[in-house]
């Protein structure tokens, strides 16, 4: 409930209609969703007003606080999503931010997952050269597909928090389509990591470890009775869920005869125990002897107070800054949530309310899929499956000025350059962090599609601005506090241009280092 002269800011006074009878503030929250506890009264009015002082951080703060959170746990907000939540709190924005996908109401998918035709049997093509090119050819369209498609998942989505957080899965849980090849195995996958990303940490790696996606990545068909294959037993303790240090190679060893006979069943497109490959003798693994097979092998290692911290501090690098996990300033709170459910979801939670999460502002470089996709919501254009007209689309052309529109196939040749195409991963490591996106060749690229990007927009908005107030415009359009002095010079080499004010401010410092 508006007061009579309030003013937003630290030690702001206003004056509130009150209840007739209790003489306390009529609105629930309190007036623009103020937290009590931030509200001093200085002068009870009767039955007429109440006279207070906020005491807690401006309107500015917590617009800046909640457009940052926006930015790191999903892929931004607009200026219309800010006013929205902003007065409600930060709190509360972490709440909505995360329990969007539970919402009613949200309406149909926006992009439903795609279906893809059975590829061949490899024996049935081995011979047949025309059957191996229609072979190749059908897993380079069913790759490309399935990747266009998330693209425009993530920037079509009305719960980025839930793309944001299937992103991170994949790039912790990282697997290629370049070697599975099977674009139906990638999109099961995919679906586990959303379907299943903020329950217990255990059944999440269950489900991946039987998944065939991973299961072809990691070498399962070689992993026999006789010869033990460790690819998967070690990326499971070294990157899934324990870290360096926290295992021994002979718990390697011994976890890959637990996993022995795990294979993808012969329609492809799930989970079978191969009995006459399966190793069932006793093993030790963690201190834990007996015959232990691969879903003991899980529970052992997710249930490891190293792979609390593990989890932890990964979700902290990924989404705040990298840390090791014994220096992880966010730990206490959010093993706390993790608990010993290992609830990854609450874990998440706590971090973005934990005062560390919001002073890690700067700290880290936006991975080029967080660049894409954030700019592309920001400048309210679509992805257009199809690359129209011009025969150069990544020189944006084809959108045409203020389309409102990029065609996907310069989007994912932005992703190629920049080095970060979803479903290829470069190794099972996941992708590099930080400076390692900020090369001379990704610079050229990320200056082509920022040039794009702003030719297609509509910036109607910063047109009708002032020539002198248009960078202030432009950083009201990305959501973001403002400009360093240094970046405001470059913006005035622009001459007012809208479209290259956008792009210097897609490609400058306070843009990119989120």
Known sequence: MAGVGWMAGVDAVGRFPTCPVWGAMRSSPTPAGYRPDCLTVLEHGGHGTLTVRWDGPSMATARSDIAFLYRRAGFGASPAQLDAVVAGGYDAAVDALLGAGTRAGAGPDPEPPPTFAPLPKLADVRTDPQARSTYAQMVREQGTELTGWWVRRMVATADPFTEKLTFFWHGHFATSITKVRVAAAMLAQNEIFRRSGTGPFDALTLAVARDPAMLAWLDAGQNRKEHPNENFSRELMELFTLGIGNYTEIDVREAARAFTGWRVD???????????????????????????????????????????????????????????????????AMLAAYGSTLDAGAAVRAMLRSPAFLASRGKLVAQPVEYVVTTLRALGLRVTPTAGGSADASTGAAAGAGGGALPQRAVLAALAGLGQVPFQPPSVGGWPENAAWLTTASTQVRTKFATAAAAAANLAAIADEPAAGRPDAVAHLLSLDGWTSRTREAMSGAGGNPARLVALALLSPEYLTV
Do not use: M, Y
């Not at 879903?295 to 997710?302: G, M, P, Q, R, S």
């Open 266 to 332: 012969a329609s492809r497109t799930g989970f079978q125990l191969a009995a006459k490959q399966h190793d069932d003798g006793t093993k030790t693994v963690l201190a834990k002897t007996g015959n232990l097979g691969g879903e003991d092998v899980i529970a052992l290692v997710t249930h490891q107070p190293a792979s609390a911290r593990w989890v932890c501090s990964r979700l902290f690098s990924r989404l705040a800054a990298p840390v090791a996990p014994d220096a992880n300033p966010a730990a206490d």
